[in-house]
């Protein structure tokens, strides 16, 4: 494979952050979104709010901010036209996305321009995050404390994935957003992001919290048992990984039945497996996480999610409750609370 031509720069020693708040009908929420970045160590950002048209009185909560946002009142055009939107109008060299409900650690803009700073090669910054409930409550940590770092387009090539960020969890350059957008897809910003910035530019991670990602039943990354829904999300990661790839002049291409969750939820898909598919899917989880370089317990929540998923009738609860949830549910018989 070719050295990834990295042409990188942060042309000032505090350079502006734009931080990019998206919101629909979360009037509860969006107020702790922004007071969380208006609360930042590191000051030299602007705040871009896009309301995509909310009916819920969020814009009288965001219009009491004055002139400390730039904002956008559109008409409801989904979350990829309210992110196109806010980007459009940003123009700091770092950027951030963060959903509005969600919140950032007081520490995350201060800790993110250095990183960018310290290495000129880096496109991408994840960082690991807090789930919280609906009131705000830590329930858990969101991610494994080790994050994929540097060149990793062959892991998008052979696995269809690298140990990655979540949205409100990730801040890029300019530069390279520049050669992806506008956004694509329907699945969510991450999704397309991190299938397609890692072929102009290496990832970075730092492995510590700063941001605390909500879990109440409403947000797409709340576990989902919409079946056609995960399979179409997977295949098209496998698009945006191979269209990256052929832009950037590479010959090699991602194969998604290497995709170890893809082939997991087609077993659920066509109710039985053979032993083989089974066999088949578990070798491939120990393989990926091996490779990607998972934590022991991340590898563990992974291979036995994918395994169970082989048992159709069980498959689709651990996609209901999450593994958690789903070994909860069968030790006490209580579904899970939402």
């Known amino acids: 494979m070719k050295k990834l031509q990295i042409k990188t720069t942060t042309t000032h020693l505090e350079p502006l952050v734009s931080i990019i708040i998206t919101n629909y009908n979360y009037r509860h929420f969006v107020t702790q979104a922004i007071d969380s970045v208006l609360e930042q160590t590191y000051r030299n950002f602007e705040i871009i709010v896009v309301d995509d048209g909310s009916t819920d009185n969020s814009r009288e909560a965001i219009e009491f901010y004055g002139d400390r946002l730039v904002t956008i009142f559109q008409e409801n055009a989904g979350m990829k036209a309210a992110r196109n939107a806010g980007l459009k109008k940003s123009t700091g060299e770092i950027v951030c996305f963060l959903d509005a409900d ?176 089974t066999l088949k899917v578990i070798w491939l989880s120990i393989r990926e996480s091996i490779d990607i370089g998972r934590s022991p317990r991340d590898s563990l929540i992974r291979l036995l999610s994918r395994t169970i998923c082989t048992l159709p009738s069980q498959g689709i609860l651990v996609l209901r409750y999450g593994l958690r949830g789903y070994l909860r549910f069968k030790l006490s018989g209580k579904e899970p609370p939402k």
């Open 102 to 277: 969600d919140y950032f650690h007081k520490e995350k803009l201060s800790k993110v321009v250095s990183s960018f700073l310290e290495h000129s090669e880096w496109v991408q910054v994840s960082h690991c995050w807090i789930s919280v409930n609906k009131e705000g409550v830590p329930i858990g940590s969101g991610a494994s404390d080790i994050l994929s770092q540097g060149d990793v387009r062959n892991l998008l090539l052979k696995w269809g994935k690298y140990a990655s960020g979540i949205t409100s969890a990730s801040a890029y350059r300019r530069t390279a957003l520049k050669q992806v957008m506008p956004i694509s897809g329907e699945f969510g910003i991450d999704s397309y992001l991190n299938a397609s910035l890692p072929f102009y530019g290496e990832v970075g991670c730092i492995n510590e919290p700063l941001m605390f990602y909500r879990m109440h039943g409403k947000n797409v990354r709340a576990h989902s048992d919409n079946l056609p829904r995960l399979l179409k999300q997977r295949e098209a990661i496998a698009t945006f990984i191979n269209q990256a790839a052929a832009k950037t002049g590479l010959t090699d291409r991602f194969d998604i039945e290497n995709d170890v969750d893809y082939r997991a939820y087609k077993v659920i898909q066509q109710g039985s497996a053979p032993w083989r598919e």
